[in-house]
């Protein structure tokens, strides 16, 4: 077997990855693993833009209480106030990299403005803002030369030292990786290995997530050992665009920012009945609003409204929504654009501080496959890709200077094959695929209750019994490494929205409609490498352990 030895390696091609990778560089050797192509990811698809106080007249404190108000008094105050004063140094690196956010005539910041927010505090590119700056960062990784590359490689699973037999606390020393183009296994040895492998949108039926982000990161880091966070916060964005041929086209918050309202299909307001700020609350409570409208009356979508701004406007701030709008032939200057919710943004995920630690030594986590404590119960508007770049800067300030080392001598076993054979039945990966979405859809979806949850977390535990089962039995392919990390996503959100036992930002229940006074973290403890490595189920690497399991 193959084992590919670095001084960091980072896993994923986001703006967190690719930013961590660029702050790394100059310190030592870096791989980049991503398992498709460099741009195929969540950042791509970003349409708002990067939050961060630049007018004269904001201030970092209102944009502190904005976000401590979306996130239901869940945040820890200290890292949002962090990371909004350091927004600055994230948008500079950006800029560095040859992005250009869009100016007004007088040569100012077009600044952009979102739900929850009281003031105008969004860098934008027009509505491409992730597809402008996740290009520009490609190209200056590309010129990078401490920086290597690797497309189509997924990492099946985390080595640590336990499962390798090596005495001593528990800690990661790199991964096994599946070179999808090649169909080969190979190691990766590293004593700083950093997760940025973004969210779990594809756990639901409905989302606006790219076929990438099936929470392979927060996998990866539970199966080690590290502790997950929060993962009952899924964050369903408002306005997705409802239509047949649409798939997963996300009609961005700016679209309110700029005088949209919510509306039934007949063009009828109904915010005001929910929220004081209409239109402009933050996005889980006009996703409830949306979604009991919906039960209701028994409509399919409500709509946006936004006809009182002109043509121009419209088609020069929203150029790619507007074109694609009227690809399925909806004018946004004269016709309301049907919407409906859907999943979005995990605001739980690994345990981590700001600069990246987590509890597993060895491994660091950066943007939303992390939780920081910076969205708490629901994420404010774009903050998201504030939180990528200065998380990653963060990381590499503390990895830099200072890098872990591995013990030595360190081997990565080889990967054992065992009596796996070829894969001859994909249906039940496809059947199973499908059924975890939907159960997630129905059951943990945007309103919840006991007897769902416990219906849903007898059926997960089932099915991931029988993905365990298929996983030993064949030879590991994409398919199967994403349906098994969707799997145990959507046990760990149920696990966690079981252990909150009140209603708060992102979690609604009929059985807790209320909000406690005081909000906790919902923590949940890594696998137990111990006890897996004396279980009777090991099999494939290492004389002791299994990633297999």
């Not at 105008?120 to 992730?130: E, K, L, P």
């Not at 700083?192 to 989302?207: D, F, M, P, R, W």
Request: with cysteine; net charge positive; charged share 25%.
């Amino acid at each position: 077997m193959k084992t590919v030895d670095c001084d960091y390696f980072v896993v994923g091609s986001g703006m967190a990855g690719l930013m961590t990778a660029l702050h790394l560089a100059p310190y030592g050797k870096v791989v980049v693993a991503t398992k498709q192509k460099l741009a195929d990811c969540n950042s791509n698809f970003a349409q708002g833009g990067i939050c961060c106080v630049a007018d004269p007249e904001d201030t970092f404190d209102a944009h502190v209480e904005d976000t401590l108000v979306a996130g239901a008094n869940l945040c820890n105050e200290a890292v949002v106030r962090q990371l909004v004063s350091e927004a600055p140094a994230g948008i500079r690196d950006l800029i560095d990299c040859g992005v250009r956010f869009t100016k007004r005539e007088d040569g100012f910041w077009d600044l952009g403005r979102e739900g929850g927010h009281s003031a105008r505090r969004i860098f934008h590119a027009g509505d491409i803002t992730g597809e402008r700056c996740e290009a520009a960062l490609i190209r200056t990784v590309l010129k990078c030369r401490g920086i290597e590359l690797r497309e189509h490689s997924m990492v099946i699973d985390l080595v640590v030292t336990k499962r390798i037999g090596i005495k001593g606390p528990n800690r990661c020393v790199g991964a096994y990786v599946l070179d999808t183009a090649e169909n080969e296994i190979y190691a990766v040895r590293s004593a700083n290995t950093i997760l940025a492998t973004g969210g779990c949108g594809k756990v639901y039926l409905y989302t606006c997530n790219p076929d990438t982000a099936t929470g392979d990161g927060i996998a990866l880091a539970w199966r080690a050992g590290a502790t997950i966070e929060n993962m009952e916060f899924i964050q369903f964005h408002p306005t997705c665009l409802y239509h047949p041929k649409a798939k997963r086209f996300l009609i961005s918050e700016a679209v309110r920012g700029e005088g949209a309202v919510i509306t039934d299909r007949h063009g009828r307001p109904f915010m005001h009945k929910y929220d004081d700020r209409g239109s402009l609350a933050p996005r889980d409570i006009v996703a409830r609003a949306i979604d009991s409208e919906m039960k209701r009356t028994g409509a399919p979508y409500c709509c946006l409204d936004i006809r009182s701004q002109g043509r121009d406007f419209l088609k020069r701030r929203f150029p790619k929504i507007y074109k694609t709008c009227l690809d399925f032939g909806i004018d946004m200057a004269k016709d309301l654009i049907p919407i409906v919710p859907a999943a979005h943004y995990c605001c739980g995920g690994v345990q981590a501080t700001t600069d990246g630690r987590t509890s597993l030594p060895g491994l660091s986590a950066v943007g939303e496959t992390a939780c920081t404590g910076l969205h708490g119960a629901n994420r404010l508007a774009s903050n998201s890709l504030m939180e990528a770049l200065v998380c990653a800067r963060l990381t590499a300030a503390r990895l830099g200077p200072h890098p872990e080392s591995l013990p030595e001598p360190l081997k990565i076993p080889n990967w054992r094959v065992g009596h796996a054979v070829t894969p001859d039945e994909a249906v039940l990966v496809a059947h199973n695929w499908d059924e975890i979405r939907r159960l997630m859809w129905d059951y943990v979806g945007i309103v919840r209750s006991n007897k769902r949850l416990e219906r849903a977390l007898r059926r997960v535990k089932t099915l991931r019994r029988e993905i365990r089962e298929y996983y030993f039995d064949y030879l590991v392919t994409p398919d199967v490494l994403e349906l098994r990390n969707i799997a145990l996503c959507a046990e760990l959100i149920i696990r966690s929205a079981m252990k909150r036992h009140e209603s708060r930002g992102l979690h609604y229940t009929l059985d807790y409609p209320s909000t406690k006074r005081k909000g906790e973290p919902t923590v949940l403890p890594g696998f137990d490498v111990d006890a897996s490595i004396a279980s009777s189920h090991i099999r494939r690497f290492g004389a002791q352990g299994s990633c297999r399991r």
